[in-house]
């Protein structure tokens, strides 16, 4: 299950958990999008995978307490801004490829 945290990895910006912003890799290192698109270069830094928007977990329980309710959002911050130069490196390799087949 999603942990769904609460903050951008890089800036910091808080990501509730019907944030439209929010965006993941495979291993949920999640960012908003405005570092994915404008610093990140769609490239993970801890993984080099691509990111998707995170899903939103319903905040009513419509079916079979599959909510919020009961499984809330993580509110562990995980804030650890990236070093950009070497961001920017290890991107340069990765990013022209598309991320379904790095």
């Given at each position: 299950?999603?942990?769904?945290?609460?903050?951008?990895?890089?800036?910091?910006?808080?990501?509730?958990?019907?944030?439209?912003?929010?965006?993941?890799?495979?291993?949920?290192?999640?960012?908003?999008?405005?570092?994915?698109?404008?610093?990140?270069?769609?490239?993970?830094?801890?993984?080099?995978g691509g990111?998707?928007?995170?899903?939103?977990?319903?905040?009513?329980?419509?079916?079979?307490?599959?909510?919020?309710?009961?499984?809330?959002?993580?509110?562990?911050?995980?804030?650890?801004?990236?070093?950009?130069?070497?961001?920017?490196?290890?991107?340069?390799?990765?990013?022209?490829?598309?991320?379904?087949?790095?």
């Open positions: 299950m999603l942990e769904l945290r609460p903050t951008c990895e890089h800036c910091n910006k808080e990501l509730k958990p019907d944030s439209l912003e929010a965006r993941i890799c495979s291993y949920e290192c999640t960012f908003c999008a405005g570092c994915v698109d404008r610093i990140l270069n769609n490239v993970c830094p801890n993984c080099g990111f998707v928007p995170r899903p939103i977990r319903p905040s009513k329980n419509w079916k079979d307490d599959n909510f919020l309710g009961k499984d809330p959002a993580s509110d562990r911050v995980r804030h650890r801004p990236i070093d950009l130069a070497a961001h920017a490196i290890f991107a340069a390799t990765i990013a022209p490829i598309s991320p379904e087949h790095r």
